[in-house]
């Protein structure tokens, strides 16, 4: 039985991926969840899990080496895969120190106890034992030229806090790959969505916003271009990597499906009036008249676009859900979870939109 450390495992694509994990592997493999459950950690994203035997949730701060380093100690663990991190752009812009903390100083806590577990006398690593690190495509900057995409080898250039404490975590793994010969893989992908995801994102917020009559904030003109990634497609990239990646690699995960915001928010309206009943009163609420143009963005990128040729070509993954199918997905699911999402905007979070968007 393989002993997966996953962290970050309560939030939106952590949670997805040890839905996937347990799906492809049931009773064969024991996942340990390490979530400080900041406010985009939610247990109820699993709880058709909770009560498995081969799951555990810990409570735990990923800078907390003490915590961390009685994982390992407890578990034989051999495989981690670190989602943790804080990751909103618009929260690193207002307070960048602590995206610092989480996603860098994490992130070495994280190598620091892997690396003293796994490591043997003769300086190798136990066999069989892995670390993937999940990034992002916005450690690369921003796309000028329509006809270029991130491969690989582009030369990072971040531009927002968030993202350069993502780079920097990459740079501590690549540090460990170089100098330890520690056994891992990073993988960058461009912008997930889904099952699951906050309601801070694009996507959760206009379903959200467009189904109660809410104003639909769009930043400056609407055309910057984010290359979309079923979050489940995602999954699936970063298991195939850990399994069958080259150690010590990097690959890039996109979707091949770019899109502005302004048309994914006339996306996401086209599919709302498809998919509510004809009677449903939300009908009526669900309009262009809510596209309200805002200030934009501070440092706002304006196009991403990853090329997945690497991974197509080494591990044989690729994008298997189109834009068009994946939304239509992603509606009915937040149809079905409507008590999910009303648990999520109450509180703090209407306290956060009300600091992000009033005066704009």
């Not at 347990?22 to 909770?50: H, P, Q, R, S």
């Not at 979309?228 to 850990?242: A, F, P, R, S, T």
């Not at 143009?293 to 189109?322: L, Q, S």
């Amino acid at each position: 039985m393989k002993t997966y450390l996953v962290t970050g495992g309560a939030g939106f694509i952590g949670s997805n991926h040890i839905h996937y994990l347990f799906k492809k592997y049931g009773e064969e493999i024991f996942i340990i969840n390490v979530d400080k459950l900041t406010y985009a950690g939610n247990l109820e994203n699993l709880k058709d899990v909770e009560n498995l035997p081969n799951y555990r949730f810990v409570k735990a701060d990923i800078c907390d080496a003490e915590a961390i380093e009685a994982l390992f100690r407890e578990y034989d663990i051999c495989r981690v895969v670190h989602f943790a991190a804080e990751s909103h752009v618009d929260r690193s812009i207002k307070d960048p120190t602590v995206f610092v903390k989480t996603n860098v100083l994490g992130t070495l806590t994280l190598l620091n106890a892997a690396k003293a577990a796994w490591e043997q006398e003769d300086g190798s690593y136990l066999p069989d034992h892995r670390f993937l690190h999940v990034s992002t495509d916005e450690v690369y900057g921003s796309l000028s030229d329509p006809e270029d995409y991130f491969y690989e080898t582009t030369k990072y250039d971040p531009h927002s806090p968030y993202s350069a404490s993502k780079a920097s975590s990459d740079f501590m793994v690549k540090a460990f790959m170089d100098t330890y010969h520690f056994p891992a893989n990073i993988t960058n992908c461009s912008n997930n969505y889904g099952p699951y995801q906050f309601p801070e994102k694009l996507i959760p917020l206009m379903l959200h916003n467009a189904l109660n009559g809410i104003k639909l904030p769009v930043y400056g003109d609407g055309k910057n271009v984010r290359d979309w990634l079923y979050v489940e497609d995602h999954c699936k990239g970063i298991d195939m990597v850990q399994e069958q990646g080259r150690l010590f690699e990097t690959y890039n995960i996109g979707g091949h499906n770019e899109r502005q915001n302004i048309q994914i928010i006339h996306t996401i309206l086209d599919s709302l009036h498809e998919l509510l009943p004809a009677d449903d009163p939300r009908q009526k609420l669900v309009s262009e008249d809510l596209i309200t143009y805002v200030t934009d963005r501070k440092g706002h990128d304006r196009r991403y676009a990853i090329a997945p040729d690497k991974i197509k070509a080494e591990v044989g993954w690729y994008p298997e859900t189109c834009f068009e199918e994946g939304i239509k997905k992603t509606i009915r699911w937040y149809f079905e979870h409507e008590d999910w999402m009303k648990n999520c905007i109450s509180g703090d979070y209407q306290k956060y939109y009300e600091e992000m968007y009033s005066n704009r």
